[in-house]
């Protein structure tokens, strides 16, 4: 494919990214604003408070990267930007700049699939990862699993009835006032949560059910987990009579317990997806790879199980290192760079690209 230099833009959630990548994979800029601590004190994001401080760092954010990379604009080739999916306010103001940029320094423009940029960072760093390849993404606002067949068409295989997973974690994480523990009140409510795990006694203490074992699909559903460890909660509460704010008792038991069940859970329907892709031909034999991203990709109970799954099955499995796994710049970018090489899906006529809701 073509040479070129890509500026990446994202702002479909809460964090404000930026970064510049060349088609070798080099990340040449960077820089990102993360919402995440104003968030947590607000106790979940408000979508028009997302949106002012999108507003308030995006030139700085871009700012910053073009002069990390020691660059121009007339050095950068296109301008790359999430359109979908996401909060609406958010991504309207990504949106807003990247066209902006587009028209002031006369760059074409090229619309960016969030869900697609995750699942093609593996790519950039891990040359192995061909199409095509079997990936899952486990994030706050998304959970799917999909065969990346190429750059722009993925087949999904299922995807979450209910909460995503992250999303899950964090409410739990909340309900069980893990913020108030002296060492947890800066992480997000998956990190807090698998840190309490580790600390556990008892893993199976808690008994939790596995969710959809009778179905024959590859969908996930966490929300009943969730309110399965709810309950839980509630009972230990009013057996021990506890204090408003401190914790709850057998908080790490718990918190184990509902990690070990969401794995197990997740396991269950990615070995699904691939023995169904197998009989369905859609991997081929001698060439399995499984890419697991989007921010709980971070957690690595839920990565070792999976490991083993791969393991099983004879998949390899790719994980990008944390950074790239939650929302950043640098996915967004590689993706431009992705479809830049084949000249997909990159417009000098892009006023009339709009928000779609998927
Ligand atoms: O990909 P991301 O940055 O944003 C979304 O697109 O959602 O993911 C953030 C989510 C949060 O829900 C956070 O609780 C979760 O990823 N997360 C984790 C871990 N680290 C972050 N979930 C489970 N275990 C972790 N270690
Ligand atoms: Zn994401």
Known sequence: GRKGIILGIETSCDDTGCAIVDTEGNILGESLNSQHLIHLNNGGIIPPIAKDLHRKHIENVVDEAVALANLSFDDIDAIATTVKPGLPLSLLIGMRYGKHLCRKFKKPFMPIHHMEAHALTARMHDPTVQFPFLVLLISGGHCLLAVAVKVDKFLLLGESIDDAPGEAFDKVARR????????????????????????????????????????????????????????????????????????????????????????????????????????????????????????????????KGLSMVCGELGYKMVRPQPKLCTDNGVMIAWNGVERWKENIGVYTDFENITIENN
Not at 217 to 230: D, T, V
Not at 232 to 237: G, L, T, Y
């Open 176 to 303: 069980m006032k893990l913020k108030n523990l002296p060492e947890y009140s800066q992480l997000s409510g998956g990190q807090a949560l698998e840190l309490a795990a580790s600390k556990a006694n008892d893993p199976l203490h808690y008994k939790l059910t596995i969710p959809m074992l009778q179905y024959k699909n590859c969908n996930f559903s966490f929300a009943g987990i969730k309110s399965q460890l709810l309950y839980q909660v509630i009972r230990e509460e009013k057996s021990k009579d506890v204090a408003a704010d401190s914790p709850i008792p057998g908080v790490y038991d718990m918190c184990a317990s509902f990690q070990l069940v969401v794995t197990r859970h997740i396991c269950h329907r990615v070995q699904r997806g691939m023995e169904y892709a197998e009989r369905a031909g859609l991997i081929p034999p001698d060439k399995k790879t499984l890419v697991v991203s989007g921010g709980a990709a971070c957690n690595n109970f839920i990565a």
